[in-house]
């Protein structure tokens, strides 16, 4: 069974950076991941995405984190990253990790990244 754990969230001032992480277990074949991405959802807000990072090495991003925030991978550890530079306070939401294998969409229990003002 595929679990999915995030860490490094926290509570950070404007401006500042975090390192999320997500840890992949029981995926198998490392091949069968065709995506791996990072959404948020603020309170009473929708879950939105904010930066995948598809098999070939291609990547997306939400216009909203463009030139602040970089998802990486390593795939033979199975950890996908969101380096999150000049952070604000539009930020703060609780942070999931979304791993795409072979047509099924497995989350992690989401972490809490706080921006203070």
């Known amino acids: 069974q595929v679990q999915l754990a995030e860490s490094g969230g926290g509570l950070v001032q404007a401006g500042g950076s975090l390192r999320l992480s997500c840890a992949a277990s029981?995926?198998?074949?490392?091949?069968?991941?065709?995506?791996m991405a990072w959404y948020r959802q603020a309170p009473g807000k929708q879950r939105d995405l904010v930066a995948q990072?598809?098999?070939?090495?291609?990547?997306n991003y939400a216009d909203s984190v463009k030139g602040r925030f970089t998802i990486s991978r390593d795939i033979a550890k199975k950890m996908a990253y969101l380096q999150m530079n000049d952070l604000k306070f539009e930020d703060t939401a609780v942070y999931y990790c979304?791993?795409?294998?072979?047509?099924?969409?497995?989350w992690g229990p989401g972490t809490q990244v706080t921006v203070s003002s």
């Open positions: 979304n791993f795409a294998i072979l047509g099924n969409d497995y």
């Open positions: 029981g995926v198998g074949i490392i091949f069968n991941i065709n995506t």
């Open positions: 990072i598809i098999r070939g090495g291609s990547t």
